[in-house]
């Protein structure tokens, strides 16, 4: 007897709830990236409070994102937001792997906005926005663009056919939501001490304890944003999905490798503060080639790649500067690679889409698709904006947004958590060392 | 020509071995979580040793297990240990995906026990007790419950039909074993020096030096769980094989996100000392609730993995507290996290398993599996309790189980490996720094 | 209506595509391994410098070696080199799954060298170098080996069958390569400051900052080890796919688990200074082994994989050695681990292979394997050999391959770079800790 279909689309489906599996595990360590980049970032007094804060990201995620998210986002429900499968009730087996690789992408959302707000954010501030950030406002908008019902992935009819957003692993959907939140909790709570001085109107540069470390957690986002954006394909089963992966992997490498030595050599130009070949800037540059790529990554050619990393690095760069004369404290440039990479990548997409892409064909379809890659612009960022206006002014208002200034200047991590990053005690060692060799 | 069921059947055994072979890699990398984990648990001046050891692990286990292991495990043989395939002759090929996922886990179980002896162990001992580990004790219980032949998977027939321990991803093969090992290995070597003053009758918090470094470990730990539970499916081509393996990972998520925020809350009540928001503590909930998931994640409801995360961090910290009670000097909370969760584990699955779980459905089929579940875990307790204290009796009568008072007293990285962790005159640079921006 | 072969090919080839995704994936991130496994070797004034020399690697090959390297390796072309593909132009989409994991290993063929140039290196001279060899020294032997069209693994007819050059993943291809080009750079480049004294004779140690950190970087190289060897089988979708991968990453293992061991006991020996057991040693052992294993891991039994460690380890210490009498100072020893493994690797094939292996069948076919082995050996040390000494030597000549003996002396960070690793003023607490338990 031969095999049927039947038996084929059930060892395909298999293959799928794979794919996801193994690519949201990748995606999972991401939180660790995250965590280092961000550890390496602060000063040695503030780092267990930053690690803690990210090793919670999934554990908060995965008990929000298990209870609301999901179902906000992926239940069925309407155009705007999804109303079943609350805690997993009643949700199909099959689901449990677009689940698993949803929740890692909730939890990198979240992640975003602790470097925004580090070295002086309350503890039960972060538990409340992070708890907010991944059980409704990111899933709402995932809703709005993945679930396959809500209003701007529908887009509408048009003479020339249905034209509706397009953002493929999240460059609004993930970084633009993080970024705006990154961006309006850096605003509300205010710059760290120090930071900024109004009478010589000078900028102070309050470095990282460990470039070792800031690097570590940059390697392990690159490696984590090839399974972000490759996975993002969500099935491997159907022809052509293999290729598809694989380009939206190279498009990913290339955009970041374009704008990370575009990053570099802007800032080997003196033009941005220090003339140097800085490993943070070149990083972040790459990083914000990568956000810069989700957009669209399996719809470029590699030579669209490459321009997209190149104006990725000036995005990241003009962004940066411009937290700078806002005055704007943003300890991790988070709002820069993510909100000035995710921003560019979603509107990319209608210039450099191999079909109707502007620099490719200029007509009326390319024309409305870039006016809704701007609507799904706007309307996530008035969404995200205008809930993280509320969320982190009330924290504010109830004086629990952020630490005491005494606090802020000796450090959080010996009253907040008791565990100093590098215990004096520890270290030493009672031998004189005789080298001989 | 159509395809026959042959050629798929082909196909398959190459997914699966391509499933087994991708979650091996991962569970392999645990061994660098484990090795950071204890090495930022550890003072400086044991790092290296610490450190070496973690390495070794996948040394001593890719020859012990290779030679020995497996065969005693998965060999042919009887209903207690197996006796062919040693040094994999005569093992089929297709086997080689099995031997590979399978020897990581060895190693794993062997890796646990490190931390409880850490800082005092001799060199030699750690040789001794690695290899016995991963040769013999732990593969003879992966024999009775995971080889197909083994007692313990065997079970019995009752009216209500075959009841037999069930231990999905081996919360008691693999933790309990090691758990059970560190706790006869940590009693037998005696705390490390300053940890228990009996005149005060006070205890020493001995901390160790690098948050970050714990951190990382533990990032990467929970990390390779995903893969350790997830990958215990075996399979990934058959009707289900997909959705169980996500629903495994999504509880060992769920189950150590509960846990995590219990184990933090429990901390923050002061009833266990130190009233903070800890880091260390959070995270080895964590890993203890993943701990706990290992044995029935594949059959729980996610509810259910949040109950059992809720129990598991309660385990945690008594058994941490016995500990210190009990006076055994454990550094890494290896027990508490290991043997405090992997008991748990093994009882949880007759109370919460979606077929005949205890809380779900009182009947005799599952006061049965209860009754197989608690023999399972004594069965596994006595055979690695006696082992060990045969072992590690053995080698302390014989004076090579800890180093000299000298020697731990001033740290054992320059006398037993010549490298400190941190050479001090590698450090330091010969500029001044002008930071001009 | 049943499946038709079409419909299953479609499927493997998909699946395909995913196996080299995901290894090329777990390849990527061996680029942090390197990177800490060299920041931790040298000293902390100049971590940054190589961190981003390593995290410059991905991103140097992500533009030259689409641009012109995987033309050159895998474009179609003749027996010396492939010529078309350049930019991916006109490349089949379904190769960009071949691109990526074949542009994972270029980048890793030139990670290789930035080690043995570490401390002294300028930073245009690393840039030169790294796209010459990801663009055209590492891709023409790729072409000549890895193709399908290169003459080496055409070979040539002979009574006994075709007999050609084998090198499944590499030991000569990459490690050889990198290795040869590694000897060259620090033969050109000239020792540190202080390494050679020529009037005591004597060779100071000159070690890195952190052993954490090495190890680390090591635990990840022999993570991604497994992924490289077992990935090179290239496709996962035939009949015995499975069961080679598992057979290649099980003898990358036994090979680093022996080779390791050994190296740790000649060095324990005394034989080669230090009698101590190193965990640096044993680390650059178990990369020896795995070096080793990358040109028959797929065609060896696991004893040989034992045999071919054990040998690893011996080549390993006496390349090591002889570097030190040559007076060539290589911070890495990237050459004995690259050179010294992979010239044995792909030796050890024509010695230890399953069907005509010299240990197992002495004929005329194992002659001439033995041939094509030392055949494909020279070649590949001329090639990259002459095109090194040209480019150092170049770059020597036009003074930019070192950097002033001012800024070796005081570091190269903050010069260069502007970021010390370790920023001074970012370290501390503002309280006084109170352990009260």
Redesign the interface.
Known sequence: ?????A??D?????????????N???V??M??GF??LE?GSV???N??NI??KN??D??????AY?VFGFAFAFGPGNKFIGYEYF??AHMP??Q??T??FQ?VFAATAATIVSGALAERCE?VAYFVYSFLITSFIYPVVTHWVWSGEGWLSGGMEYDVGKVAYKDFAGSGVVHVVGGTAAFMGALIIGPRIGRFHSESN??L?????????A??G???L??GF??FN?GSELS????????N???S??NT??S???S??FTMLLQKTGLF????????T??NG?LTGMVAACAGCNVYY??GAAILGFVAAICYKITSWLMVKMKVDDPLDAVAVHFGGGTWGVIAVAFLNKDNGILLKWDQESGLQLAWQLAGFVAIVLWTGFLSLLMFGILRLAGILRVSEDME???L???????????L???????I?K?L?
């Open positions: 007897m031969e095999v049927t279909h038996e084929l059930e060892l395909k489906q298999n293959l799928d709830q794979f794919f996801l599996i193994v949201g595990m990748l999972f360590l939180q660790c965590a280092f550890a000063r040695s007094k780092s267990t690690l803690i090793l919670l999934s554990f908060v995620a995965g008990v298990w805690a997993s087996d099959v449990f792997a689940f698993f929740y503890f000078t900028t540069d309050i470095r990282g304890h460990s470039v070792p470390f690097a570590m940059g390697f392990i690159l490696f090839l399974a490759g491997i089963s159907n022809p052509g999905n293999g290729a992966v694989a380009l992997v190279v490498i290339i970041g490798s374009v990370a030595f503060g220090n003339q140097r070949w800085s490993l943070l070149t990083l790459a590699p030579w200047r000796k450090g991590d010996i009253p907040k958590h008791g565990e100093p990053a590098y215990p005690e520890s270290y030493g060692h009672g031998h060392e080298v060799r």
